[in-house]
């Protein structure tokens, strides 16, 4: 399980490639990533995070998730500072024999990351700069993973 | 006692700051928080809706009245919109 | 929406990364990618298909994951032949604004290829060589679709 | 009539050959396999189980009772088992 939050750009082909390079164990490898969108003219993005606690806090979540499912690897990357439209925010990958394990894991790990890791996106465009306002969708979407598996 | 106070996001526009250090009385962060908004009108902005504000205690989520006891560090911001 | 099937290796990270490449009104991609399992100590897996129907098959399934979600671009690669324990058999890519779409066509692209597409796997392995069996787990996973969504 | 019929996988396998031309005088899917059946042990030994057969009419996913006219290509082949 790796987890790693960063400024920089990441290789999202190289990350893909290397995760879950040489395992003849995994049947199945979700990635999710995303993007900057450039809405309503949108010029850059810029997240904010809370060193300490945002490593910590996505360690939990990715450590849940291999509690809740059989994986053979997790991986987190997210992105703080500024990016502009088109460019990677963010990627999960899980690996697992079967794919239900897989696509599962990996929609639990956005829906957690989206709304209990510490980041903050704010949006610059012709307007000037806006914070992101959380959605209900995001906040209900976890309802969906309290029941259990 | 004295801890670490951080803010983020628009709360830590709204206050003028992303941390600090203060000396507090209170048992809870409520009680922190009421400390906070009586300083000053900067302070009673970013706390006006504290139903629109996420607490973490020791950098875990916690709820508003969570103890201070033992605490080194509180921080205020509002819902999270990482992903 | 691209479709390609095909006997030789792909490169996963150029196609993950070649995918959704220059787009600014796209939010989330989500990957799927089946590799090959030394199960029992397989040494080879051996994909047959039907030439002609195949490509259709998987076109028609694609549309129908662009009638039902919201999507920006759909990419499916699905190769035949023999392959090692490691490899990648196929992926699909699913792109969109909103992550619950990518997601969700991602999940049902897997579901209709796993058992509606002219695929048919042998395992070779220390016992000699045998046709993977479906599941019917896989017959009773489309289920969940024919509900609209 | 005449059309192609295919084979895939142990289909194929147990009836030893991929495709071949075939002249029948059957109204569908079904009657076509029992002219089939009634050639060779090898093609009973295929068809023993028609529940465990999936087949395709002109490359689209069919039922055994769909009907032959102005049809080219039938195929025959166990469930799918790709992605």
């Known amino acids: 399980m790796a987890v790693r939050v960063q400024a920089a750009p990441f290789d999202l082909g190289a990350e893909v490639t290397a995760f ?11 990635t999710f990533t995303g993007l900057v969108r450039a809405d309503g003219g949108a010029t850059a993005m810029e997240i904010e995070h809370y060193p300490g606690m945002t490593e910590r806090a996505i360690a939990a979540i990715a450590d849940e998730a291999a509690r809740r499912w059989s994986l053979g690897d997790v991986l987190v990357i997210h992105r703080h500072g500024r990016m502009a439209p088109g460019e990677a925010i963010m990627m999960v990958a899980t690996a697992a ?14 829906d957690y990351l989206k709304s209990r890791a510490p980041f903050w996106k704010k949006e610059l465009g012709p307007d000037g700069a806006a914070w992101v306002a959380a959605k209900d969708a995001d906040e209900s979407a976890l309802e969906r993973w309290s029941g259990g598996t | 006692m004295s801890l670490d106070v951080l803010y983020f996001a628009w709360v830590r526009e709204r206050i003028g700051l992303p941390k600090e250090r203060v000396e507090t009385g209170a048992d809870t962060v409520s009680g922190l928080v009421d400390e906070l908004v009586a ?40 819902p999270m919109t990482g992903g």
């Open chain 2, 39 to 78: 300083r000053e009108e900067r302070y009673a902005a970013a706390f006006a809706d504290r139903s629109a504000l996420r607490v973490a205690v020791d950098q875990e989520l916690a709820d508003f009245d969570a103890p201070l006891t033992g605490v080194r560090e509180v921080a205020f911001f509002p």
């Open chain 1, 20 to 30: 879950a390079e040489g395992r003849t164990d995994l049947g199945a490898v979700v």
């Open chain 1, 97 to 110: 024999r079967h794919r239900a394990d897989a696509f599962a894991a990996a929609e639990f790990l956005m």
